[in-house]
T-cell receptor, first 113, second 115 residues
């Protein structure tokens, strides 16, 4: 079965720096890879989706890369702010009929002012 | 508010009792998903509906769990004879299947505590 690895340790960075989060997966590359943000006690919120034939996607201060050879996605937040502090989840959509997402366990980001 | 809503937000029950949760998806979405999330883990897929049809159930969904989506609108998830291991956050999500990616909109979740 598909396994997803995200850094289980929290990532602590200073405000204004770029945060880089990693998502590695095994087995088959997904048709789509998604990133979600989750705050404590709340449901995940969709951030970005990247397709298997795309190398990079940007949205405001967010950037996602997708390397199907390395089986890895990187998620970047530039000019980070304390409000960016949250858990970030990587999710795979295999693009088959089910379309349910397979999530990683998430990486907690803490941006220090 | 046109987002996904879930009720109740919190449920505390004793082992052996039955519980039922409700999810109201975004009205124009045709897909509805149930996930379960425990502390420190990502959401795990339980089951999903396309309109009113339940198309897949995870092996995580034991016989004690049942989900319905009558008329393709709201959905309910029932857990019978609850066990302490059922304690978790139960998340509902909905999406519109465009065939070009499956961005899902999640509700706030129902936190279940089984004593």
């Amino acid at each position: 079965s598909q396994k997803i690895e995200q850094n289980s340790e929290a990532l602590n960075i200073q405000e204004g720096k770029t945060a880089t989060l990693t998502c590695n997966y095994t087995n088959y590359s997904p048709a789509y890879l998604q990133w979600y943000r989750q705050d404590p006690g709340r449901g995940p919120v969709f951030l970005l989706l990247i397709r298997e034939n795309e190398k990079e996607k940007r949205k405001e201060r967010l950037k996602v890369t997708f390397d199907t050879t390395l089986k890895q996605s990187l998620f970047h937040i530039t000019a980070s702010q304390p409000a960016d502090s949250a858990t970030y989840l990587c999710a795979l959509d295999m693009g088959t009929g089910r379309r349910a997402l397979t999530f990683g366990s998430g990486t907690r980001l803490q941006v220090q002012p | 508010d046109t987002g996904v809503s879930q009720n109740p937000r919190h449920k505390i029950t004793k082992r052996g009792q039955n519980v039922t949760f409700r999810c109201d998806p975004i009205s124009e979405h045709n897909r509805l998903y149930w996930y379960r999330q425990t502390l420190g883990q990502g959401p795990e897929f339980l089951t999903y509906f396309q309109n009113e049809a339940q198309l897949e159930k995870s092996r995580l969904l034991s016989d004690r769990f049942s989900a319905e989506r009558p008329k393709g609108s709201f959905s309910t998830l029932e857990i019978q004879r609850t066990e302490q291991g059922d304690s978790a956050m139960y998340l509902c999500a909905s999406s519109w299947d465009s065939g070009r990616g499956n961005e899902q909109f999640f509700g706030p979740g129902t936190r279940l505590t089984v004593l």
